[in-house]
């Protein structure tokens, strides 16, 4: 199956390309990043991202999947998720699912191969600012 191209825009005209792992849906939200060796599913639903667009810098995420325990509220508060690299293979004893089907189950727009280094000096240097992940029509 071929991943559909993904987009993520910032307000100042900055674009990233990429590929969807989540939903695909339109999403707008403050482009921020996390910079968290692990933890991904906390960030996810942790209520102080809630509408955000966050950008993990760890390179690899998705490899422990997503469990029922380690929530930090009833429901995914991001906008949007970015990564640069999303493992489809997980493993944990805990794990009921893979971080892509939580996103689409939860409508999460996600977008993974964004060079998440530049991304974040970028937001460093610029200041926190508006973006939306966007899908290639094609």
């Known amino acids: 199956m071929q991943q559909k191209k ?20 339109e999403s707008l939200g403050e482009a921020v990043f996390n910079t968290s060796l692990s933890g991904y599913q ?3 639903t942790d209520p102080s991202y809630c509408g955000q667009i966050v950008a993990m810098t760890y390179p690899m995420i998705g ?5 029922d325990e380690d929530v930090e509220s009833s429901k995914v508060q991001v906008a949007g998720f970015v ?3 999303y493992s489809k293979t997980y493993s944990n004893f805990r ?7 939580y996103l689409v189950e939860n409508g999460i727009a996600a977008i993974e191969g964004i060079d998440t280094r530049k991304l ?4 460093r240097d ?13």
Do not use: C, P
């Open 83 to 85: 990564v640069k690299e």
């Open 63 to 67: 490899n422990y999947g997503i469990n």
């Open 95 to 101: 794990a009921t699912k893979s971080l892509s089907q």
């Open 120 to 123: 974040t000096r970028h937001i």
């Open 6 to 25: 993904a987009y993520l825009v910032l307000e100042d005209g900055m674009i990233f390309e990429g590929y969807s792992f989540g939903a695909e849906n």
């Open 126 to 138: 610029k200041g926190a600012m508006r973006g939306g992940i966007f899908f290639s029509l094609e």
């Open 42 to 44: 906390e960030v996810l």
